[in-house]
């Protein structure tokens, strides 16, 4: 078994994946709405921003999607249908919302036979729906999706605002730069 030390020994195998991993993205700052496009025919779309854990994140959602081609009940907006199915990542919630994830890249293990990759990554899912405050599990990197797996029949887009709230408030100025 290789572990992530495997990087510096084989800088040349794993050049791509090492960039990945040391990548820096952009921290979200208080004050300002993002904005983003998720299509509903992909997994996930990657908001490009790293969150720290514990921040607290406003999300709000518009637009519709259709979950399945040519089903007319298939159509619904960020909140979802109201069930659940086998096929979503986020169980127990509504099937087709919007949901997010933070993922924590801890290593790449490169197998030296096959070069295959293995990421060892944390994972942690959250509903999300048309409009919800979120507090950020874990550090890592800001993933928007819908609420479901099979994705390649599906169509539309959801149009996704959110904010960075500021914590504490009442007991301190935001020491924001006017
Ligand atoms: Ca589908």
Not at 52 to 76: D, E
Not at 139 to 144: H, N, Q, R, V
Not at 153 to 175: A, H
Request: with cysteine; hydrophobic share 40%; proline share 4%.
């Amino acid at each position: 078994m290789l572990f992530a030390a495997a990087l510096v020994f084989h800088a040349d195998q794993a050049g791509a994946a090492d960039q990945e991993l040391q990548e820096t993205r952009p921290v979200l700052e208080t004050g300002r709405f993002y904005r983003i496009g998720v299509p509903a025919d992909v997994h996930w779309t990657d908001t490009r921003f790293d969150v720290k854990a514990g921040q607290m994140i406003t999300f709000q959602a518009q637009g519709g999607v259709s979950l399945q081609q040519g089903n007319p009940r298939g159509y619904c907006g960020p909140d979802g249908l109201g069930f659940s199915t086998i096929q979503q990542p986020l169980p127990d919630t509504n099937f087709g919302a919007l949901i997010g994830k933070v993922v924590l890249l801890i290593s790449i293990e490169v197998d030296e036979e096959t070069e295959e990759e293995t990421r060892n990554e944390i994972i942690e899912y959250f509903y999300i729906g048309s409009e919800q405050s979120v507090e950020m599990p874990i550090d890592g990197s800001l993933f928007l999706g819908i609420n479901e797996l099979v994705v390649e029949d599906n169509s539309g887009v959801l149009s996704v605002q959110f904010e960075l709230i500021e914590r504490g408030r009442q007991g301190r100025p935001s020491g924001r730069a006017e």
